[in-house]
């Protein structure tokens, strides 16, 4: 065989056995520490849910009559599907047209996602960091002022965060909307003016997601509203979406209004501008729930390839707390007591009551209208609406309408399915419940288990709990998963009850790292044994 061929016939060999290799390794099993995704656990969690939607829209036409709304319209979206729809009122009183399913309305500072979303997809890309400095990309900004010597220079995670240190805008930003690309310029130019230092609080800032729209645009080499519709709109079949309002058919459109003097006043539509991207996006509710199914699609972490413009754990992040804000306590309409707290995620907002443990929600204020879009990603469920009077406030309404969802019974979270190590480990603990074994426990154990506290005390604890409980059966389920490698279980016992609680350590094969086992009486309530906070706050 000549020099070729041997080589020839060793890259066959070296082939032959890379690939079996690889064949071997992704055909193994997975580690015993990855569990299944978090899953909902009734299957007509739908159906009953829907049986809400006749009470929510009652909610949402006493509210319209209330604020004396000219016109609105409203959706329920489950699963990334928009299950309900309802409308009411005029776009446009003059010509007394109805709003109608597909009606368009501009939905304002709910475009700050969409900004959001371009920014990260440029950082997945690799073109940005969130860290830069704003100046990298904006030259306009390296001659900036800043309130004191000691100040850090801004970058484009502040200006997402509402950190950036500029102070609160909203009635000078609503109007700088349709100014030109070059007056933003001599703006840029000028300075900007600082209520904080960058990096301290939270202030909200429509300038500051006016200046990402401008790094958008300079990064990727597009218009910023054309980058979005190439890359957001279109990819998502967002067909009603734009930033112009002259893009809009007139049959669509609806009209913006404001109350004044005991009649409805039109408010002029402001043309797409320079500060687009933080309030200029125009929609539709199918197309906003297909929006609004993308952040939802984005959980539960799993395995799988994804339809969206932006990966699901960029979605997720921009859904995580990046920057607080004050606790509030306050009193609903009943006079119960509501605490929220929360803050600023990318271009979100994210809370948690006492009703939700974590809520994501962006509301859109323009002269003549008003809009919200707010879900819940643990229970897959969201609520979207548009107004067109100025700044229509949906919170209130939206927290009736997730209430009535609540009373239905199948508003629940996914439940965290435990993995494989947590489930061995349970059968192992709940076997030396009848009989102690040090083989057994050994085995299950994590290096610490016996050096917090000695196998000798341990095994004296099982014989004392077991001599006064007497034998037990296994209760179907876990109490509590709170993740996958941590769980509580209930043991029924001929005289009381046992949690078990159980904790695995993060090693690759996830021993038993903390292990409690506590007697209740037979008729102990379940909330009372997993410790968690009351779904509701205290009167």
Known sequence: MNHRNSTFGLWIILLTVCSATFTTANSASPPSWVAPPPSFANPERREQLAVAFPEIDEQVRAFLAREKVPGAAWGVVIDGQLVHVGVAGLRDVASQAPVQRDTVFRIASMTKSFTAIAILQLRDAGKLSLDDLVEKYLPELRSLVYPTSDAPRITLRHLLTMSAGFPEDNPWGDQQLAISESRFNELLREGIAFSNSPGM?????????????????????????????????????????????????????????????????????????????????????????????????????????????LSRSSLREMQQIWRARPTTVTRDSTGAIQLTSGGYGYGLRISQTCDFGHMVAHSGGLPGFGSQMRWLPEYGVGLIAFGNRTYTGWGAVFDEALMSLRRTGALTPRQVQPAPALVEARRGVNALMQRWDDASIERLAAMNLFLDRSKDRRRAEFATLRDAVGSCRERPGFLYSENALRGDWVLECERGLVQVSVTLAPTARPGIQHLELRKWPLDANVSAMTGLPPQACPR
């Open 201 to 309: 609080a939270y202030e909200y800032s429509n300038y500051g997601y006016a200046i990402l729209g401008r790094v958008v645009a300079n990064v990727s080499g597009l218009g910023y509203g054309e980058y979005v519709r190439q890359k957001i709109l279109k990819p998502l079949g967002m067909r009603s979406t734009t930033l112009e309002p002259s893009e809009v058919s007139s049959n669509q459109l609806a009209l913006g209004y404001r109350r004044e003097d005991d009649m409805w006043k039109l408010e002029p539509q402001l043309a797409d501008g320079a500060f687009g991207p933080m309030g200029g996006m125009l929609t539709s509710l199918e197309d906003l729930s297909r929006y609004v199914g993308v952040f939802l699609d984005a959980w539960p972490a799993r395995d799988g390839s994804s339809r969206s413009p």
